[in-house]
């Protein structure tokens, strides 16, 4: 689904019309964790999320976490539920065997650098990690019960904050901000932080990290463009090219995780044709192209360039008693 602009406004007529809905998600989230019995993992869990729905940057930080847990020699497998595929697992993912529409998107990016266990029920995942598996991040699960955490990182999209502060669906949040906050053992934020985003954190006790989400562009990519997103906020994917000092001739939106078509793609190719353009795309969207369709499309990796990284990997280690 597309993120629906009333939710990002600060009063609407149709969130206050969903309120008693709102109600209703909070009290069923509420029960949840009252009457769950969480499983804890033999190793420890480093759980990543946000609060809301929608990117907020949660797979780059997983792997950039799991980057620096791997500096410091140890083995990390990621546990992922795998969010727009169709199947149940738990599996252990192969990007040469699973598509994204069996197993979604995150886990194709995921096991490219480390063991990747897709399950819809995260406790059944652990069957499948590996033994010497050191740590384990959860990309994603921040609101469900069902799996013990021994970190919390919840990731904020600095610009963006909370949004109209309400729970879904009158807003974007999952859950009220304050149980969000109050289960967080260290807060990342990604971009620049509205001064609503900064005043909120002022009060927090938890260590909070910086960040900037940057594409990383081939060398040999050219002027003009033809850029295509399906992803929470595409507009953020073609501000990080226009940033990058590239034109952009043509745009074109999708919903988040959406799965292309061979009609769309083929629409896509002779639009670009047409006006001279190269194709590109996120590397997410890029896995669920189908393999056959990806010929013409170049897919545009992102990463996290860290305000002060140092930092970040010495808690790490003082947290998890390294």
Known sequence: MRAPNFWFQPFSVLSFFLKPL?????????????????????????????????????????????????????????????????????????????????????????????QTIMAKDRAQGLTLIHKKTDIIIMDDGYQNPGLKKDLNLLVIDGPRGFGNGFVFPAGPLRE??????????LVVVLGKPTTSVKKTLGKMPSPIFYGQLKIQPPKALKNPLYAFAGIAFPEKFFDSLKGEKFILKKTKGFPDHYQYTKTDLTQIKKEAEKLGLD????????????????????????????????????????????
């Not at 056959?292 to 003082?318: C, H, M, Y």
């Open 279 to 322: 194709i590109v795309t996120t590397e997410k969207d890029y896995y669920r192209i189908p393999e056959n369709q990806r010929s013409g499309i170049i897919p545009i990796p992102v990463q996290i360039e860290w305000d002060d990284e140092a930092s970040l990997k010495t808690f790490l280690k003082k947290k998890l008693a390294l």
């Open 176 to 185: 009220p901000l304050d149980m969000s906050l109050s289960r967080a053992s």
């Open 22 to 114: 709102s109600w209703i998600y909070e009290l069923v989230h509420y029960l949840r964790w009252k009457f769950t019995s969480p499983k804890k993992a033999s190793i420890p869990v480093i759980c990543i999320g946000n609060p809301g729905v929608g990117g907020a940057g949660k797979t780059p930080t997983a792997l950039e976490i799991g980057k620096i847990l791997q500096s410091l020699h140890l083995n990390i497998s990621y546990l992922t539920r795998g969010y727009g595929g169709k199947e149940t697992g738990p599996l252990d993912i192969d990007s040469l065997k699973h598509t994204a529409d069996q197993v979604g998107d995150e886990p194709l990016l995921l096991a490219k650098q480390a």
